[in-house]
């Protein structure tokens, strides 16, 4: 079935380096892609959000990047602080029975290493 | 509050007794999602509500499992005669349903079966 995956389940930086995480996506209808942060003993937090119609979007020291082409979504967090050590999920809006719904990766840890 | 709330926030229980979880939704949102997360995992989706649709329960992984949402407000997830293998940290997330697919999460509750 159609599935959201990652190349790397766990990522090691230095603090005040760039982090990518990366995320393929294999549902070309998909049109909505999302990223959460989630820390230790909490819940999921939104970060970003892009549309299918565009390829880039900056947050605050943010930016996802997606390339439609190769279904490829990474997500890049600038001058990486301990703060961003967490779980990161990509998810895509899929169709499920009931309606639209989001259908998540499995995650890519984030460890920042002062 | 704003936010999604779950209770209880963490929940001891013998194998063989029952459990109810409960999710207080954002007011307002039509869709309710609940996610399993074993430790060091990613989401494994169970169930999710829109509006009066019938629910797509194609994630629940016996008929142990079953879930209530009353309208669009509190939904309770009930574990039947649970097993070790049920402990987790149980998620509940709401959205605007079909008018947008942004999942807000609450904080979980945490199952620990004895």
């Known amino acids: 079935g159609e599935s959201v995956g990652l190349h790397l389940p766990t990522l090691s930086v230095q603090e005040g380096d760039n982090s990518i995480i990366n995320c393929a996506y294999s549902?070309?209808?998909?049109?909505?892609f999302i990223w959460y942060k989630q820390e230790s003993g909490k819940g999921p937090q939104f970060i970003i959000d892009?549309?299918?119609?565009?390829d880039k979007r900056q947050g605050q020291r943010v930016t996802v990047l997606l390339n439609k082409t190769v279904k490829h979504l990474s997500l890049q967090i600038a001058a990486t602080q301990p703060g961003d050590s967490a779980v990161y999920f990509c998810?895509?809006?899929?169709?499920?029975?009931?309606?639209?719904?989001?259908?998540f990766g499995g995650g890519t840890r984030l460890m920042v290493k002062p | 509050g704003a936010g999604v709330s779950q209770s209880p926030s963490n929940k001891v229980t013998e194998k063989g007794k029952d459990v109810e979880l409960r999710c207080d939704p954002i007011?307002?949102?039509?869709?309710l999602y609940w996610y399993r997360q074993r430790l060091g995992q990613g989401l494994e989706f169970l169930i999710y509500?829109?509006?009066?649709?019938?629910?797509?329960k194609s994630g629940l992984p016996s008929d142990r499992f079953s879930a209530e949402r009353t309208g669009e407000s509190v939904s309770t997830l009930t574990i039947q005669r649970t097993q070790q293998e049920d402990s987790a940290v149980y998620l509940c997330?709401?959205?605007?349903?079909?008018?947008?697919?942004?999942?807000?999460f609450g904080p979980g509750t945490r199952l620990t079966v004895t």
């Open positions: 997330a709401s959205s605007a349903g079909l008018a947008g697919f942004k999942q807000y």
């Open positions: 549902n070309s209808a998909s049109d909505y």
């Open positions: 892009i549309r299918s119609n565009m």
């Open positions: 998810a895509e809006n899929s169709a499920h029975n009931a309606g639209n719904m989001l259908t």
């Open positions: 007011s307002g949102h039509t869709a």
């Open positions: 509500f829109q509006g009066n649709s019938a629910p797509d």
